[in-house]
């Protein structure tokens, strides 16, 4: 109960633009992060007018002789600057956006592009990592894999049923030491006829096999509860 209650303090909301977004990294230290790359603006006035509108919504404040972001705000941006990994989410269907995590030992941020044509949004929300875990198990945007262990001997051994064809991608999970644009580690989940399958690539190489009914869970376990990747027992 305690544990929830710690959570639950830690739960923020913003929704922001990219432009917004880039003028509270700036102003939380400027660090650089993995992610979407979005330009601090260059224009004075355009840059006037983000932080007028920023002010306005109370996300920054100005203690005296400059503009910080305000002191409810901080962690949030600060999890994001000193988050040691980032998890990037990306998916095949065109209607799901991909998703940024920002991950420390304490909590996590994550990023989430809401932008449609001429609307440049984004959410970003800070939780406790188990929190972040779950309403990414239960979001509806991973697909469903019904398939265990049994049910996989069964098709090699009694059906003769083999993969074939080009496979699908469906999600790929994405890791990267924060502030470093080279992949450490990508977990895909692919699709072949009807037979799922998990295909893990770091430096240690390649390695693909069947995905099972508990696949995605066990991905974002491993990346969202310890410091290091995912191996082939993932």
């Not at 400059?66 to 000193?82: N, S």
């Not at 049994?150 to 496979?167: E, I, R």
């Not at 692919?190 to 399958?197: C, P, S, V």
């Amino acid at each position: 109960m305690k544990e929830r209650q710690e959570e639950k303090k830690i739960e923020k909301y913003l929704y922001l633009t990219s432009k917004e977004y880039a003028v509270l990294l700036h102003l939380s230290g400027n660090r650089c992060v993995t992610g979407f790359g979005f330009d601090f603006p260059d224009d004075v006035q355009m840059k006037r007018q983000l932080i007028f509108d920023l002010y306005r919504k109370g996300i920054i404040c100005n203690p005296g002789d400059r503009f910080e972001v305000a002191p409810e705000w901080k962690d949030v941006f600060q999890t994001v600057l000193q988050a040691d990994r980032v998890l990037w989410i990306s998916f095949r269907d065109h209607d799901k956006q991909d998703i940024l995590c920002y991950i420390d030992r304490r909590a996590a941020v994550c990023m989430e592009n809401l932008s449609d044509a001429g609307h440049d949004l984004y959410r970003v929300s800070m939780k406790g990592a188990d929190a972040i875990k779950n309403e990414l198990k239960e979001n509806g945007m991973f697909p469903r894999i019904r398939m265990n262990k049994n049910d996989s001997k069964m098709l090699d051994t009694h059906l003769g049923v083999a993969p074939g064809g080009d496979p699908e991608k469906i999600c790929s999970f994405s890791l990267y030491v924060n502030g470093e644009s080279e992949r450490k580690e990508r977990v895909t989940l692919e699709k072949e006829q009807l037979i799922y399958f998990v295909r893990i690539e770091n430096a240690e190489g390649t390695i693909r096999r069947r995905a099972f009914c508990d696949e995605t869970e066990r991905i974002l376990d491993r990346y969202l509860n310890t410091v290091g990747g995912c191996d082939d027992s993932c």
